[in-house]
């Protein structure tokens, strides 16, 4: 009786589980490529003026002034960028009708726009060799070439070891090249340590300026992928002139 009794009760935490797992609704991304970063300056703006840089002794009021600045970044990004409309990450999650018609009716669409766009490279290809009738031959011989190798992936070309083998595989041109990078050990001299000067160590300054800020956040690369607070690099590039002067106190 007991046994049966904890049977049914798991069964019931299971149904209750799986309810839940396809009610959620799935997680909101932004399209950051269509932000209009003119709207984001002008919201951060006003959202950095609550976050506070007067309480930086304590580990407490550097803490709390991270997250705010955070939370003042998340909250422009939320009023003025688009979300992404991930229509097949909602039918796998929600099996309904509805998330499968608005799921295929993005599938055509992505369709039509790549034929779209094929045809618009061929109609450009067809325009240069009009301007340019010498490119013509190199259409041809790509044209005649088998379909297995109109995208071949490019092939390595033949090594030459330092015994003036040839090496054909893909193992023998690895031995070749390390051989030929790594296979001699040049061993480091070591007479002129015994009696160096080491000079004393300089003081480096804990002072961290705005313009050093900017100068680090402007050569970082806009596209690559987030961090844990999920700030892309492109929104630190276009709202530096603004996040800079809030940052600098903290990292000091």
């Known amino acids: ?114 034929r779209r766009d094929k045809q618009q490279e061929w109609r450009s290809t067809v325009g240069m060799i009009t301007e340019h009738p010498e490119q013509i031959w190199r259409l041809a011989k790509w044209a005649r070439k088998p379909e297995d190798e109109k995208n071949s992936l490019p092939q390595f070309p033949l090594i030459q070891d330092q015994r003036g083998q040839v090496q054909t595989t893909l193992k023998g041109k690895a031995e070749a090249f390390a051989s030929h990078f790594f296979g001699t050990q040049v061993e480091a001299d070591l007479s002129n340590i015994p009696g160096a000067h080491i000079p004393q160590p300089r003081e480096a300054s804990w002072h961290v300026d705005a313009k050093e800020i900017e100068g680090v956040i402007k050569k970082l690369k806009g596209n690559k992928a987030p961090g844990p607070d999920k700030i892309p690099n492109c929104y630190l590039k276009a709202c530096r002139d603004l996040i800079t002067p809030v940052l600098a106190p903290i990292f000091t």
Do not use: F
Not at 11 to 25: A, G, M, W, Y
Not at 104 to 113: I, S, T, V, Y
């Open 1 to 114: 009786m007991s046994h049966a009794l904890t049977q049914k009760v798991e069964s019931c935490k299971t149904d209750i589980q799986l309810t839940v797992e396809e009610e959620r609704e799935p997680e909101e991304k932004l399209n950051w490529k269509k932000a209009n970063w003119s709207l984001v300056q002008e919201q951060l703006e006003g959202e950095l003026e609550w976050v506070n840089i007067d309480n930086l002794y304590t580990t407490e009021g550097i803490d709390q002034a991270a997250t705010q600045l955070v939370t003042a970044i998340e909250r422009a990004a939320q009023a003025h960028i688009p979300k992404k409309r991930r229509a097949r990450r909602r039918w796998e999650q929600q099996r309904t009708q509805a998330n499968w018609e608005t799921y295929n009716n993005a599938c055509q669409a992505k369709k039509a726009q790549i």
